[in-house]
């Protein structure tokens, strides 16, 4: 039910429909002829014609934005619908480079590291549906079915295997469940602080992430009305988001945990690069909603062994740490130490198989 009503929403045009709804309304009780009739048809008239005026500047917007910024890279079939691929550099000795942001993010906010690695190797970005250049796709968006999408969307777009793909964040958990089910097509696997799920489901109770999921939702509602702050945006990218988001609750979890979690040994011997933060840099949120120091000091704990946990998933890991000083956002905090440590894969790889 839930994912039904995104899929409506992520419709840009759904504003133009409501807002004739409910001026027709309206005027169907100013035709009553009652006081109180006139004056709530009244108020309904004039809602009506705001959120009409706000939904055709949305519908405006989007179209400008559309024409302004053209997609940079190639627009791939992808299940009946378009997925976007950016792809730089020469596939000089492979393997080739492949980014996923975290959240639900598109691939243009690793823009400055596929840059650094385009330089001298072939470097690939990919829009997952309802994000960047992307179409919204099918609902439910989820990690399973993002990883079956991405490696449709590389040999749609003629990219060869072997990849490194690098992920960070919930992009890590993607890519950690691309190597699962394809590791013939995987040379390596770099997870910038992945998501663990053993956080999702153990974790100490909190309300963020439906928190961030209801803001994506009033986001899309918003933008659909124009009501929004900053450039246009697409309704349905705030509606994918709430979509993946989905799995990131105890019960979301429990939905999909066969097919998304990623278990110990299930990458076998592949060459993986775990690279986090050694404290917790950016989560004093987490534990200031300690009760006390004694359990602070094993939120902490929890939550920095849980950032561990990939290392089990092959025998061939190897821990990396970030930069003094940096947190969980060390992609965009420190692009020039992440580049090296993905460039030092690229190059060990190419050694061991020119």
Known sequence: MANSLLAVLSRDWLGVPVAVLVTVVGGGLVGV????????????????????????RHLVQVAREGRENPPPGRLVDVGGHRMHVLAEGEAVGGPTVVWMPGGHAP?????????????????????RFGSGWSDVGPFPRTTAGEAE??????????????????????GGLLVANVARRRPDLVAGLVLLDPTPLEVIAF?????????????????????????????????????????????????????VGWET????????????????????????????????????ERISRF??????????????????HTPEGTGHDFPHEAPGFVAGVVGDL?????????
């Open 33 to 56: 002829g009652a006081a109180w009739a006139v004056a709530l048809g009244g108020l309904l008239m004039a809602v009506g014609v705001l959120l009409g005026a706000g939904a055709v």
């Open 107 to 127: 691939g243009q906010d690793l823009r400055e590291l596929h840059a650094m690695l385009a330089a001298w190797t072939r470097s690939v970005l990919v829009d």
């Open 149 to 170: 999408e991405l490696l449709a969307a590389l040999e749609g777009a003629g990219e060869r295997g072997p990849f490194v793909f690098v992920g960070h964040s919930f």
């Open 203 to 255: 974790a100490p109770i909190g309300r963020q992430l439906a928190g961030m999921r209801r803001g994506f939702v009033l986001m899309s509602v918003r933008q659909l009305f124009g009501a929004h702050r900053g450039p246009g945006g697409r309704a349905g990218q705030g509606c994918a988001a709430a979509s993946a988001f989905a799995e990131l609750s105890p019960s979301g979890l429990a939905a």
């Open 261 to 296: 979690v990623v278990y110990d040994g299930d990458l076998g011997d592949l060459p993986l690069v775990l690279v986090i933060p050694r404290d917790l840099i950016g989560g004093e949120a987490v534990l200031a909603g300690a009760r006390d120091p004694v359990e602070a």
């Open 303 to 320: 939550y920095l062994r849980s950032r561990l946990r990939y290392l089990a998933a092959s025998t061939a890991s190897r821990l990396v």
């Open 346 to 354: 690229v190059r060990e790889l190419r050694a061991v198989s020119p």
